[in-house]
C-alpha cells in the first residue's frame, strides 16, 4: 500500500520533533554552513527565505547570508505577506533564490511541505529563482508522492549532504 502525503507529513513531523534540540541546533549550524557553497551568492541581490517556527523544530537558517537582501513571509492581518526582514525594502517583483523549508524530500528533489500549498505559489510565481530546499537529512525518503503543481528543488541542503539533480550526494 502507498503511503500518501498526509501519512507522510506525520510521520516525518513526529521523527523531526523527537529530535532533541541541540541535535536539531547543531545540524542548523551546518546546514547554514553547506548553504553558503552551493551557489555563488555574490551574484545574488534578492533572497526569499523562511523564518523557522521553533514549535515545529524547522531548520534554522537565520543570518546565513549576513549582507544580502532578504525577504520573508510573514503573517499580517490573518494574511500571508512577503517583508523585507529588516521592513526597509519594497518587495522586488521577482527573486534570485528561494529557500524552502522541509519536512522531507527525496533524490529527485521532490518536496513535502506542510500540506497548504504556500511554496508551490510561491515557487510558481518565481520560475527563474534558484529553488533551495533545505532539511534535516533524517527527512530523506524513498519517494515523495507528487502531483501536477508540485515544483522540484535545483539543490536540497541538509547536514550531511547537498543533493542536487545530476549528482551523487555531495558531502555523504
Known sequence: M?????????QLKQERLATALEARQQNSALIRERLLSVIDWSKVATIHCFEPIDELGEVDVTGFAAGKQIFTSRLVEDKWQI???DNSNDVPQKFDVVIVPMLGFDRRLHRIGYGG???DRLLAEHPEAH???????????????????????????TEAAIYTPDSTPKGV
Not at 500518501?4 to 507529513?9: G, I, M, P, Q
Open 2 to 10: 502507498k503511503t500518501t502525503k498526509t501519512e507522510l507529513r506525520k
Open 131 to 157: 529553488k533551495i530546499g533545505v532539511c534535516f537529512d533524517t527527512g530523506k525518503i524513498e519517494q515523495i508522492p507528487i502531483q501536477e503543481h508540485d515544483i522540484p528543488m535545483d539543490v536540497i541542503v
Open 117 to 119: 500549498g504556500y511554496y
Open 83 to 85: 517583508v523585507s526582514t
